[in-house]
């Protein structure tokens, strides 16, 4: 695609529950990171892949959050037993190898009730 | 590590004025930094960047910033603001051994009256 894909648009959830959030890099952009952007805050990094392996995840909040990248394109970041602090904007980028930028999809807006 | 801190978190000016957003930074290591804009439901989209050389970055919409180290601050200008220069800016700093883990100030949201 033209850019980073990140759905769904907004998610609303229970407490306790299990949600998956996937990320479509730009095509053939082998670094793809995770960020998460609390109300009235900068993006905070979760975890950084280079291909398919996740090269630093020391942004994960705990070990309810988990990411993979089973191909080294598409990744999900999956949350188990949400909780309401988990609400934010969860934010995906893209680059190349060498690249000048990253680029940011539009975001998945999690609600957890 | 890296941090940023965003001086005013919102800024309004006149159309045609000059925006000025102040972003100071801490860093162990020379650090690479980043303007990003963000338009209401829209992604992040860098402006500008410093790593290395030229302390003077010109970005796209008539934006630039000076990296100035001995004041720790790389500060946001464009000379006539624009209507649809109205958006949230954000500050990032990075170690340079990864680009893009970058670490974000809380950002200014700039609204431009007419």
């Known amino acids: 695609g033209a850019g980073v894909s990140q759905t769904p648009s907004n998610k609303v959830t229970e407490k306790g529950k299990y949600v998956e959030l996937r990320c479509d890099p730009i095509s053939g952009h082998t670094a793809l990171y995770w960020y998460r952007q609390s109300l009235g805050q900068g993006p905070e990094f979760l975890i950084y892949f280079q291909g398919t392996g996740a090269a630093d995840d020391s942004g994960l909040p705990n070990d309810r959050f988990f990411a993979v990248r089973p191909e080294g394109s598409v990744s999900t970041l999956k949350i188990q037993r949400t909780e309401r602090g988990d609400s934010a904007v969860y934010l995906c980028a893209s680059s190349s190898q060498g690249g000048t930028e990253a680029f940011f999809g539009q975001g998945t807006r999690l609600t957890v009730v | ?114």
């Open chain 2, 1 to 114: 590590a890296q941090s940023v801190t965003q001086l005013g978190s919102h800024v309004s000016v006149s159309e045609g004025a000059l925006v000025l957003l102040r972003c100071n930074y801490s860093s162990s290591v020379p650090p690479y930094l980043f303007w990003y804009v963000q338009y209401p439901n829209q992604g992040l989209q860098l402006l500008l960047k410093y790593t290395t050389g030229a302390t003077l970055v010109k970005g796209i919409n008539g934006f630039e910033a000076e990296f100035k180290k001995s004041e720790t601050s790389f500060h946001l200008t464009k000379p006539s603001a624009h209507m649809s220069d109205a958006a949230e800016y954000f500050c990032a700093v990075s170690d340079g051994s990864n680009d893009y883990k970058l670490s974000f100030g809380a950002g200014t949201t700039v609204t431009v009256r007419a």
